[in-house]
């Protein structure tokens, strides 16, 4: 199995930047595809962007489109999340996933099996 462990996560204002990092050790990340999931207080944890196995594919919640950018080192075994022109609606706990379920990619999280424990983004206005 894999152990996931994000960083990168902190308080930045509307507009900034942030860029979050999902590190993998155990079984080789190239196996897993990959996602981002984010909490905000009160509302359900939701799907943000998922990467195939060797970063050829990937899908992102509309929300987010054109804002973030996932992308992947398996060399590195490292996952990470670019995250530009935030707003305070990305206010949340946000989650790194690994799944071996599915051909290309994975939005659905009840089909992930591994997670991390979250980095909180806060964006204020």
């Known amino acids: 199995q894999v152990q996931l462990v994000e960083s990168g996560g902190g308080v930045v204002q509307a507009g900034g930047s942030l860029r979050l990092s999902c590190a993998a050790s155990?079984?080789?990340?190239?196996?897993?595809?990959v996602g981002w999931f984010r909490q905000a207080p009160g509302i359900e944890r939701e799907f943000v962007t998922t990467?195939?196995?060797?970063?050829?594919?990937?899908d992102y919640a509309d929300s987010v489109k054109g804002r973030f950018t996932i992308s992947r080192d398996n060399a590195e075994g490292t996952v990470y999340l670019q995250m530009s022109s935030l707003k305070p609606e990305d206010t949340a706990l946000y989650y790194c996933?690994?799944?071996?379920?599915?051909?290309?990619?994975?939005?659905?999280?009840?089909?992930?099996?591994?997670w991390g424990q979250g980095t909180q983004v806060t964006v204020s206005s």
């Open positions: 155990g079984r080789t990340l190239s196996t897993y595809i």
């Open positions: 990467i195939s196995r060797i970063g050829d594919s990937t």
């Open positions: 996933a690994a799944s071996m379920q599915g051909y290309l990619i994975q939005t659905r999280q009840e089909n992930y099996q591994y």
